[in-house]
C-alpha cells in the first residue's frame, strides 16, 4: 500500500468516524487533537497519539486536517509547532475542513514552496455520511494530487475534482446555501402546517413523495419533529460557514439575498444559546417567531 502512513488531525464529531474508516482499511495512522481525550478511541484501535501538528508530520506520507474554521487551519498548518514546520517534501496535504477559499489557496501556496502538492477537500453528508462513509468530497487541487489521494478518500465517501486548489471549499460554500436554505424551507413548512392544526409527521410523509422532497428532510425530518436538536453538524459551524460564503459573495460581487436572510437566522441561534445543536434546530427560531410547536405527538 502506497501513502501507508497517514497522519489524521481533528477527531471531532466528523473527524472521529473518518479517521476510523482509515485504520480498518489498514491505513497506519497517527492521531492528534487539541483535546487528547479524543485521540484515545483510535488509540485503542491500534492509531498512534502524536504531540503536534508537527511532530505527526514528520512521520507522516500524508496529512489529513479536519478542523472548525479558517484560523483553526492556518494554526494548524503554519503555526510554530504547524504541519508545515516539520513535514518532509512530497507529503500529501488534504484539508478535510471547510474554511474559506482565500485561506485555502494561501496555505496550498506556502505548502508548495516545501515541495508538498495539498488538496482543499471539505465534506458533506455531516455525522451519517462520516459514519457510513458515504460523505460528498469536494476537492481542489492538482489532478496528480487528486488521483493520489483517491484511493485514501474513497474510504470515506465520494471524491470529485472540481477545480484548482480553492474550488472545493467554492464548491462546499454552494453545499451549504443549499443546505440553509432547505432546512429553512422544511422549517417554514412544518410550522406554517402545525399553526393550522396538520401533525407535522403528515406533512413529512406527503412532502417526501413529492418535488419537495431532499436529503435533508429524509435525514433530518423525523427528528426535526419530534424534537432531537443533537449535533450532527452544529449551528455554529454552519453560521461559520454562512459568514465565509457572504465575505466570498461580496469579493466577486455576487448577491445571495436567500443567503443573507439565513445568516440572520442562523445568528438568531447563536444569540439563543443553540450554537451547540444540530443546524436543524433552525426550526426553533421559526417556532419562536410564529408562537407554534412543530412536533408531532405520534
Known amino acids: 500500500m502506497t501513502d501507508k502512513h497517514i497522519g489524521f488531525i481533528g477527531l471531532g464529531i466528523m ?24 485521540t484515545e478511541p483510535l488509540v485503542a484501535l491500534g492509531a498512534r497519539a502524536a504531540g503536534s501538528c508537527r511532530e505527526l508530520a514528520a512521520v507522516s506520507d500524508v496529512v489529513i486536517t ?33 474554511i474559506s477559499p482565500v485561506t485555502a489557496m494561501d496555505i496550498a501556496k506556502q505548502a508548495a514552496k516545501l515541495g508538498c ?4 477537500a471539505p465534506v458533506s453528508g455531516g455525522d451519517v455520511g462520516a459514519k457510513n462513509a458515504t460523505l460528498s468530497i469536494m476537492v481542489g487541487g492538482d489532478a496528480a494530487a487528486f488521483d493520489r489521494a483517491r484511493p485514501i478518500l474513497e474510504r470515506m465517501g465520494t471524491p470529485t ?16 446555501i443549499q443546505v440553509a436554505l432547505n432546512y429553512l424551507g422544511m422549517s417554514e413548512a412544518l410550522v406554517l402546517g402545525a399553526k393550522a392544526g396538520v401533525d407535522p409527521a403528515v406533512i413529512i410523509q406527503v412532502l417526501s413523495k413529492g418535488l419537495a422532497q431532499s436529503r435533508v428532510m429524509d435525514q433530518r425530518g423525523q427528528r426535526v419533529i419530534h424534537g432531537d436538536f443533537a449535533p450532527g453538524f452544529r449551528s455554529r ?62
Open 15 to 38: 473527524g472521529q468516524p473518518m479517521a476510523t474508516h482509515l485504520i480498518n482499511a489498514g491505513y497506519d495512522l497517527t492521531v492528534y487533537d487539541l483535546f487528547l481525550a479524543r
Open 66 to 98: 479536519m478542523v472548525p474554521d479558517s484560523p483553526d487551519a492556518e494554526a494548524a498548518y503554519l503555526g510554530e509547532n504547524g504541519v508545515l514546520a516539520g513535514v518532509r517534501a512530497d507529503t500529501l496535504l488534504i484539508d478535510m475542513s471547510t
Open 117 to 120: 502538492p495539498m488538496l482543499d
Open 161 to 176: 475534482l472540481c477545480g484548482q486548489s480553492g474550488a472545493g471549499q467554492t464548491v462546499k460554500a454552494c453545499n451549504q
Open 237 to 298: 459551524f454552519h453560521y461559520k460557514d454562512l459568514h465565509i460564503i457572504l465575505e466570498t459573495a461580496r469579493a466577486f460581487g455576487c448577491s445571495l439575498p436567500g443567503t443573507a436572510l439565513a445568516f440572520e437566522l442562523f445568528a438568531a441561534m447563536q444569540a439563543n444559546d443553540m450554537g451547540d445543536l444540530d443546524h436543524s434546530a433552525l426550526i426553533r427560531i421559526i417556532e419562536m417567531l410564529s408562537h407554534t410547536e412543530a412536533r408531532s405527538q405520534g
